[in-house]
């Protein structure tokens, strides 16, 4: 593999993790300020929530070129509220369980997603475009080979893992 392979590897991993860990806090921090408790949201045992690092690589995918912050916020905001709402019927359809609901929330969506929701995605795009993906993009220069290497391997065996076995869980669960 070519250096600049493992070094898009690196960044794709990175950006993975990064991003799904944004999205576990997110919804931590959501939990708590409505509920007053701590809730370990997502389907895995890592604080990872894999749904955000998708949308956030969707985005990447669509939106390839610099493009100005409130185009991101508007479009990231629509885009990001049909995958949620996409999503949440997927999940249902293959593990028999509602993971969440917006019911309690103003501007609802279907009780799938909401306005308000759909706001602080695209605020999240923003700072994924702006901050996080840059971030990435300089980390992968400037560590060397071996690092991105090892860190690529064992977070994505990681995830993996975790993934294989929650969604062993899941479907036993069903």
């Known amino acids: 593999m070519t250096d600049k392979r493992i070094r ?3 960044r794709y991993v990175f ?3 990064a991003a799904g860990f944004a999205g576990w806090i997110y919804e931590v921090i959501t939990v708590w300020v409505m509920w007053h408790y701590f809730d370990n949201r997502g389907m ?3 604080p990872i929530i894999p749904i955000y690092a998708v949308g ?3 985005l990447l995918a669509v939106l390839r070129k610099k493009r100005h912050p409130l185009f991101i916020f508007l479009f990231s905001a629509a885009i990001t509220t049909v995958f949620e709402l996409g999503a949440s019927y997927l999940l249902e359809f293959i593990f028999h369980q509602q993971f969440w609901t917006y019911e309690t929330w103003p501007f609802s969506i279907l009780d799938r997603s909401s306005l308000i ?5 695209g605020i999240l795009a923003v700072a994924y475009f702006y901050g996080l993906h ?3 993009g300089r980390l992968s220069e400037k560590l060397p080979k071996g ?3 090892g860190f690529s391997v064992l977070a994505s065996a990681a995830i993996l893992t975790d993934l294989a076995v929650s969604v062993t869980e899941l479907l036993k669960a069903r």
């Open 44 to 46: 895995l045992h890592l």
């Open 117 to 121: 929701s759909s706001g602080i995605f």
């Open 56 to 58: 956030a690589f969707i």
């Open 8 to 10: 898009n590897v690196f």
């Open 15 to 17: 950006e993975f993790v």
């Open 147 to 149: 690092v991105c290497i």
């Open 134 to 136: 840059p971030i990435s």
